[in-house]
């Protein structure tokens, strides 16, 4: 790998010849494993500055309409995060000169308190080709990583290292970004939330006469803004149930009344896209169907699935046919593989020659950009069945000898940072590269979720149509249901606990470790789809930290105490989220510690939390944290209302903030089964943060949004699918591995 010091560049054709499309990786440790930052890209003309403000990609405008930029998401790195940045060099408009890759932090935090910063640059393949190691940041809060620019019709990268102490804003002012003023966006917060009720009052009375139904309103798109700071958004409340689908056909928008003035409306404080976005509608419509018996037609049925093989062909043929259909959703599930941004065909049972033996891959995925050709190869499993080591061997082989640039396995399983799901030999005497990728079914839902919850699609016809798709995936015919089993080993590990028998070493305590890390990071994602807002595990280790080796640490301590533990950190959340299993007891806990607020006297801190505890469970456990090692008062809920002051230290003690605690039976078996471990433990976190922390107070005010559009009529009611969170991966879990043909 090259490595670069501060001021040095190097030429992107000189160290690969997979260089069209690259993945830029901006990593960092945090020495309590929380710190964060979010990274920014900003698009240059040859006057170093922005061409408008759409030419600035950050966490709320992630994707170009080019596909030349899109922001994959973070992903836990030992002690830190590592943030991914996909850019199609061949789709960057010509009028571009540099693309500048920087971070920022807020809320007062700066990158002198981060470790190990770095800057890593991959080729399309997935390889490693440099790395830029950062040394003494200073008190910034904003920092210029590097840039990737032209010279004489090629693209090089320079290492940077520049840092803002008067963060985003300066940074973004010095290369022509407008940047909003705090006060005047919270002043556009309050405008906006008061006409968004406004607006949803004329929705409920504006409607066709001659048909009697709601006309969509038409948003017109303000021009995107930025805000100094990135404050995340507090978590709302986990809906009920997802709301049915829209129709293709959308209502036409009325238009304005020459008696009634047009509606002036407040720039949002939250930067927008150029374009209108559709989301799916909170509220269902109301059912036209005679009794609950009846079911809404779906496009993709699941009633004659009867074998493993009927459910794969169905699978991949629905998924492929939707990922070239909806270019947002087939560019996000394959950005991070190195794909170009252009026009995306897919294909199902290909016959490809293979000796005396031709083979049938799943699908084949190919992207045209400038005519060239990026291909895929496609392996699907369902229903939890394993991915064979023979078949993904054959395929690369296939995929070495033609030319194609990648192979992706696709199944209910979640690859883990250095623990590949099959073994694959590699020829390193052959130049071309094939890079092998995974992709979990949860995640796919993952995806399609947040664009048609929360993110927005082109058009009202894709987001039906994604909304198809995620029904398909969640139907329990599908055999599309993420990690779901926690392997052979969990019996006997959890009798080698009960009866004292499990020695460190046991390689079923690994197996176990392995399984449980695989179910938090889906955990993570179904629960950040849900909420729309960024989920990840924090892993407590040290960068350089073998992954084998911090699992095996891990499965030791689990032999010695019986217990199973994650921290997961949600976006906005006042603190971090701890999961634990007891599998000596049987207990799940859910707890999370938040600090004590500035302001007020003791007793009116613990009143004020009680109260906003008022709609909680009464068996939450809250417990007083208090200076030193020493515990401090504890109670359930419902002893406490009537008597906030028991939680006051008897002592005197100052309060460092209080940890609150649900307790919940652990499922026994190994499934996803009502009494399986997987379902209790995903249902107590859900439980927990559905009727706790969205009580809490978060450290940011919130965002204004939008207001979501109403359905569009001309379909049949559909019904919702199952009230269920989607089971999904960590972003960017899918593991790569370079093969040389």
């Given amino acids: ?241 997802p709301a049915p689908s829209p129709s293709p056909s959308p209502s036409p928008s009325p238009s304005p009344s020459p008696s009634q003035p047009e509606r002036k409306r407040t720039p949002a404080a939250r930067p927008r896209t150029a374009k209108k976005k559709v989301t799916l509608p909170k509220v269902a419509k109301k059912s036209l169907a005679d009794n609950e018996s009846w079911k809404g037609a779906r496009l993709f049925p699941v009633s004659a699935l009867k074998s493993d093989h009927d459910r794969e062909m169905r699978a991949t043929s629905v998924l492929l046919s939707v990922m070239a259909q909806i270019p947002e959703f087939g560019r996000r599930l394959t950005a991070g593989f190195g794909a170009p941004a252009g026009r995306m065909e897919t294909f199902t049972e290909v016959s490809l020659p293979n000796g005396d033996a031709p083979r049938r891959p799943d699908g084949v995925i190919r992207v045209e950009r400038a005519g060239k050709l990026w291909t895929a190869l496609v392996e699907t499993k369902t229903n939890g069945n394993a991915l064979k080591a023979e078949q993904v061997q054959a395929y690369t082989d296939i995929a070495a000898r033609r030319g194609y640039e990648a192979v992706i396995t696709l199944s209910n399983d979640v690859a883990l940072e250095g623990t590949p799901l099959v073994d694959v030999r590699i020829d390193r005497r052959r130049k071309h590269k094939v ?123 689990l032999c010695l105490d019986g217990k199973l533990q994650a921290e997961l950190r949600v976006e906005g959340a006042p603190g971090v989220l701890v999961v634990g299993a007891d599998l ?32 909680a469970p009464a068996d939450l456990h809250i417990e007083t944290l208090v200076e030193g090692d020493v515990g401090g008062p504890r109670g359930t809920l419902e002893r406490l209302r009537p008597e906030p002051a028991d939680l006051l230290p008897k002592t005197g003690a100052e309060i460092t903030g209080f940890r609150l605690s649900l307790f919940k039976g652990m499922g026994s078996s190994r499934g996803n089964a009502e009494s399986g471990f997987i379902r209790s433990v995903d249902d107590a976190v859900h439980a927990f943060y559905a009727t706790v922390a969205v009580h809490l107070d978060h450290p940011t005010p919130p965002r204004p949004t939008a207001p979501e559009p109403p359905p569009p009529a001309g379909l049949p009611h559909q019904n919702p699918p199952p009230p269920e969170l989607t089971p999904t991966p960590s972003p960017g879990t899918a593991a790569g591995l370079a093969l040389s043909e």
């Fill in 1 to 241: 790998m090259h490595e670069l010091s501060k001021g040095a560049n190097v030429g992107l054709a000189a160290l690969s010849t997979s260089t069209d499309a690259v993945i830029v990786s901006l990593d960092w440790t945090s020495p309590t494993g929380e710190g964060d930052a979010d990274v920014s890209v900003l698009l240059l003309d040859t006057g170093g500055k922005v061409r408008s403000d759409a030419d600035f990609y950050f966490y709320n405008n992630p994707v170009a309409p080019d596909g030349s930029v899109q922001l994959l998401g973070k992903t836990p790195t030992g002690s830190g995060n590592r943030d991914r940045i996909s850019f199609d060099l061949t789709a960057v408009p010509e009028d571009i000169d540099r693309i500048v890759v920087a971070a920022s932090r807020y809320d007062g935090a700066h990158f002198g308190e981060l470790d190990d910063l770095r800057l890593t640059l991959a080729d399309s393949a997935g390889d490693d080709l440099l790395r830029y190691a950062i040394g003494d940041t200073g008190s910034v809060s904003a920092f210029i990583f590097g840039e990737i620019y032209r010279r004489g019709g090629e693209w090089k990268l320079r290492a940077v290292g520049q840092g803002y102490e008067s963060g985003l804003a300066g940074l973004a002012t010095d290369f022509g970004v407008d940047i909003e003023d705090d006060a005047e966006a919270e002043e556009g917060a309050e405008g906006t939330e008061a006409e968004l009720k406004d607006t949803d009052a004329d929705a409920d009375t504006d409607t066709d006469t001659d048909t009697g139904r709601v006309a969509e309103q038409v948003l017109v798109p303000e021009p995107p803004t930025v805000r100094t700071q990135p404050p995340p958004p507090p978590p709302p409340p986990l809906p009920p149930a």
């Fill in 435 to 557: 890079a092998l990728w995974h992709l979990s079914w949860a995640e796919v839902a993952y995806q399609a979720q947040m664009l048609i919850r929360h993110e927005g699609v082109g058009n009202v016809a894709h987001a039906w149509l994604l909304q198809e798709l995620l029904h398909y995936l969640q139907h329990e015919n599908s055999g599309c249901h993420g990690f779901q089993n926690m392997g052979s080993a969990w019996v006997p590990v959890r009798n080698g606990i009960d009866d004292e028998t499990l020695c460190q070493g046991d390689q079923r305590a690994l197996e176990v470790v392995e399984n449980w890390e695989r179910l938090i990071r889906q955990i993570c994602l179904r629960l950040g789809g849900e909420l729309g807002q960024k989920v990840l595990p924090v892993q407590r280790s040290k960068r350089g930290t073998d992954p084998e080796a911090r699992r095996a640490a891990l499965a030791d301590r």
């Fill in 584 to 615: 000596r007891t049987g207990k799940l806990r859910t707890s999370i510690e938040i600090p004590v607020p500035d302001q007020g006297y003791p007793l009116t801190r613990v009143k004020r939390l009680v109260r906003r505890l008022a709609d």
